[in-house]
């Protein structure tokens, strides 16, 4: 069989990428309860400080998971084609907007938070 990304196999990287957006999700519920602030991205959507959070872990696990393999997101920067061009492979991460109970509540955000 082959190797894929070290001694790391398709298995297990999708066992703890699950764990991941889970823990990411569990992080935006306990923000969203909590209370928030709201930014605006340049297309006028909402960007909560739970968006950010939930970035931030996503993005530090996928890398420490797979530290040879670039990470894109879009809170993260997307990087010019010229170096994105060159990689081999990435992961994608994003906000764990699928998580049970962050769907609801980012409908809300949208709802009350984006200018029409």
């Given at each position: ?23 990411a ?27 950010n959070?939930a ?18 997101s ?10 994105r061009?060159?990689?081999?492979r ?27």
């Amino acid at each position: 069989m082959m190797r894929i990304m070290n001694d790391l196999n398709l298995k297990t990287l999708a066992e703890r990428a699950t764990a991941i957006a889970e823990a990411a999700g569990r992080e935006i519920l306990s923000i969203y309860a909590a209370g928030f602030e709201v930014e605006h991205k340049a297309d006028a959507s909402p960007l909560t400080t739970a968006d950010n959070a939930a970035h931030d872990l996503i993005d530090a696990e996928l890398r420490a998971l797979t530290p040879e393999i670039p990470v894109l997101s879009e809170e993260g920067g997307i990087p010019d084609w010229a170096e994105r061009g060159q990689w081999p492979r990435l992961l994608a991460g994003g906000p764990a907007r699928w998580h049970p109970g962050v769907r609801q509540t980012q409908r809300r955000v949208h709802r009350e938070y984006r200018p029409d």
